[in-house]
């Protein structure tokens, strides 16, 4: 059974930086891929970036310049490194897998087989 676990949201100034963590277990990961979403309260899921098993990447075409995916295979941790904060940026965020198939790396969000209990950050001057 995949577990995974977020760490490292909190509260930051517009502007700041947070680096985001997430470890997982129970998952090899060898397809499909890895990646995150957030939700901010009344709003939908939005796919924000994404990684494959040979380190490709994605990441929504509106936060690119400022959010970067990542990934240690030897802590099985995946990373969201994200810059230059602003308001709109507040949310629960989510590190989810895709097993078999690789629909978050184009930000769709409706083929995730599990994700974890999400990270709050939260943007506010």
């Known amino acids: 059974q995949v577990q995974l676990m977020e760490t490292g949201g909190g509260s930051v100034q517009p502007g700041g930086s947070l680096r985001l963590s997430c470890t997982f277990s129970?998952?090899?990961?060898?397809?499909?891929?890895m990646g995150w979403f957030r939700q901010a309260p009344g709003k939908e899921r939005e796919g924000i970036a994404a990684?494959?098993?040979?380190?490709?990447?994605s990441v929504a075409h509106s936060l690119k310049k400022r959010f970067t995916i990542s990934k240690d295979d030897a802590k099985n941790t995946l990373y969201l490194q994200m810059n230059n904060l602003q308001p709109e940026d507040t949310a629960m965020y989510y590190c989810?897998?895709?097993?078999?198939?690789?629909?978050?790396?184009?930000?769709?969000?409706?083929?995730?087989?599990?994700w974890g209990q999400g990270t709050l950050v939260t943007v506010a001057s």
């Open positions: 129970g998952y090899n990961f060898i397809t499909g891929c």
């Open positions: 989810a897998v895709e097993k078999n198939s690789r629909f978050l790396m184009v930000m769709r969000t409706n083929n995730l087989d599990a």
């Open positions: 990684i494959d098993p040979d380190d490709a990447t």
